[in-house]
């Protein structure tokens, strides 16, 4: 007699990889976006700082500072989102 386990529910407040994944692409889509509509002349920047932050030729840390959010400083949850949705 075979005995089987039920699958485990994900918790809904624990976010999936899928999830962050989901969470990165819209967060960098939407500061190209910004860039590319309100900053044109910045664009080829902010496309280069996330294809180095996507490579890992730069951490979180030094994408924030380079991106240089002046206006609107980022939340204090930023860098660590960014650090676990790269890794």
Do not use: W
């Not at 918790?11 to 999936?16: C, D, E, I, L």
């Not at 960098?28 to 860039?35: V, W």
């Amino acid at each position: 007699h075979v005995h089987q386990q039920q699958p485990q529910q994900r918790s809904s407040q624990t976010p999936t990889a899928m999830d962050l994944l989901k969470c990165l692409r819209k967060f960098l889509h939407t500061l190209l976006d910004l860039a590319s509509n309100s900053l044109p002349d910045k664009y080829p920047l902010v496309r280069n700082l996330i294809q180095d932050l996507l490579d890992g030729n730069i951490d979180p840390d030094t994408f924030i500072k380079r991106i240089q959010i002046e206006r609107n400083p980022p939340s204090p949850s930023l860098v660590p989102f960014l650090n676990v949705s790269i890794l």
